[in-house]
């Protein structure tokens, strides 16, 4: 039986609405009454960085994200700093270490910047951590309550790919800002006149990176482990291109809120994007995340004019009468998505718009998709090839091609 979603605390905070989130995400239906591992949704994406406090800048800056609660020593937290920002229904929270013997330095060094912690907001915490340890998953903290005057929050973690874990949330009989340790912050950056009250939604997906050979066996994990289902595969001419190739699987849970494509590289002539993340950042992680947003024109338009630097694509993509017959209408003239860089992509179910920023630290590891999704439950993949050529180019600028 298939059950009509709900929306989540966090959705409703962001004014969204249910036919909303289906276009910005591809929510579907589902019955969680049979899911071992029930997941409601996203709950936030940790980050360590090496300077929180101008990385959280960046992202109210150039991202439109709001500040709304921070840890640090002015509030007993003596190890790091950490900023939570907001947009929609998207929460980041940006760390970094304070005392010189904080274990995230030791993050950053072996990683740079880049995502730590995919917390996953679910029900009941303690029916998936038992789910999760008989089905091999390492729990990393057991369950356990965090409290403070707002209320309790239940949460434990196991662990993924490389460094990254999963913590599970569950915060229902919480009312605080975040978490206990956090208190209420917001920020002095004043935005520029007209901006729009924020440039993105949702997360619409995370993407990992894992060694060859390694993506069937973390596919097998979420399916085993959290019951998520199969979506996609990209595999061969799909995902190759004259130089390099890579191979994909696309897991997600029952509602399909929560979608993690999986990549490993494939044997090519040269070495692909996956290969230069696994070599900078020093092992599997999180390769890029997607941003849905409803008008992605202007959402580029406003990134871009606070220096947010996107990858380009040449005139022929948008020129090629094959794209141009295959997509047929959609709500933006290509002369538009053509001035700015914007791909599209069309399958039985609608049609999506993305753009991919190139990578905002200084290692080539994680970047940001920006989607805008119209009945597509895809991931673009009519746009693989003029994709991976545009990262291939950027390759060869910094000699890792």
Known sequence: MTIQPTLTPQERQADLDLQQ?????GLVEYDASGDPFPVTGWDAVVFVVGNATQTA????????????AYSGPETGNRDHKAYVLKSGSCRFVVSGGVDPASPLHDHHRRHGDGVSDIALEVPDVDRCVAHARAQGAKVLEEPHDVSDEHGTVRIAAIGAYGDTRHTLVDRSRYTGVYLPGY??????????????KRLFQALDHVVGNVELGEMDNWVAFYNRVMGFVNMAEFIGDDIATDYSALMSKVVANGNHRVKFPLNEPAVARKRSQIDEFLDFYGGPGAQHLALATNDIVRTVDAMRAEGVEFLSTPDSYYEDPALRARIGQVRVPIEELKKRGILVDRDEDGYLLQIFTKPVGDRPTVFFELIERHGSLGFGKGNFKALFEAIEREQERRGNL
């Open 21 to 25: 989130l289906k276009q910005l995400v």
């Open 57 to 68: 800048h960046f992202y109210q800056s150039a991202f439109g994200m709001e500040l709304v």
């Open 183 to 196: 208190v209420a912050r917001q920020s002095e950056y004043v935005r520029r006149d007209g901006a729009p």
